[in-house]
C-alpha cells in the first residue's frame, strides 16, 4: 500500500512545484489511502511555531510552539513520533476530541526543519512500524518536490 502511495505521489507532483498546490493535494492522497483515520495534514515552520497548513479532517488548532504537543516535540526532535494512546502522551493537544492515537513525521529540507506530516486516528494503536516506515518515505518523496522558500 505504502509503495503505491509513494509512487501515486510522486505522479501527482509531477511537473508542479506550487508549495500550496502540492502539499494540499499531498494531504488529500495520504489520507484518502489511510483507513481509519480522521484526521491527515501538516503543520509548517514559522519562527518557532509550527503553523497549519494544508489538511484533511476538521478545524485544528492554528499554532504549535516547537516543544509542545505530538507535533511539537516530534519537530524539536527531529524524529517521527508513533503516540499509541495520545491521552497518556504529556502535552498532547486536542484538536478533534476523536483522536485516538497519532503519527508525527518531521519534513527537514537541506538540514532544516520545515514542518511536519501529522495522522490522527480514532482507533488507539492505529499506526506502527510499517506505517512510520511508509509515511518516512511518503515526505521523502514529498520533500524534493516542495519549493518550501515559497510557501
Ligand atoms: N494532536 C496534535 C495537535 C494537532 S492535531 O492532532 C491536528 C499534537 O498534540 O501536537
Known amino acids: 500500500m505504502y509503495r503505491d502511495l509513494s509512487a501515486a505521489l510522486a505522479a501527482l507532483l509531477e511537473g508542479e512545484t506550487d508549495a500550496l498546490g502540492n502539499l494540499s493535494n499531498a494531504a488529500a492522497l495520504v489520507a484518502d489511502a489511510l483507513d481509519r483515520t480522521n484526521w491527515c495534514g501538516f503543520y509548517l515552520l514559522?519562527?518557532?511555531?509550527l503553523v497549519l497548513g494544508p489538511f484533511q479532517g476538521k478545524t485544528a488548532c492554528?499554532?504549535?510552539?516547537?516543544?509542545?504537543?505530538?507535533c511539537g516535540t516530534a519537530a524539536e526532535r527531529r524524529e517521527t513520533l508513533v503516540v499509541p494512546d495520545v491521552h497518556a502522551f504529556p502535552g498532547h493537544i486536542a484538536?478533534?476530541?476523536?483522536?485516538?492515537s497519532e503519527i508525527v513525521v518531521p519534513i527537514l529540507a537541506g538540514g532544516a526543519l520545515v514542518g511536519v506530516l501529522d495522522v490522527d486516528s480514532p482507533e488507539p494503536g492505529r499506526f506502527d512500524a510499517e506505517d512510520r516506515a511508509g509515511l518516512e518515505e511518503v515526505?521523502?518523496?514529498?520533500?524534493?518536490r516542495i519549493a518550501w522558500d515559497r510557501l
Request: aromatic fraction near 0%.
Open 46 to 49: 514559522r519562527g518557532d511555531e
Open 62 to 70: 492554528v499554532r504549535i510552539p516547537l516543544g509542545k504537543g505530538v
Open 95 to 100: 484538536c478533534d476530541a476523536a483522536s485516538r
Open 139 to 144: 515526505v521523502k518523496v514529498l520533500t524534493p
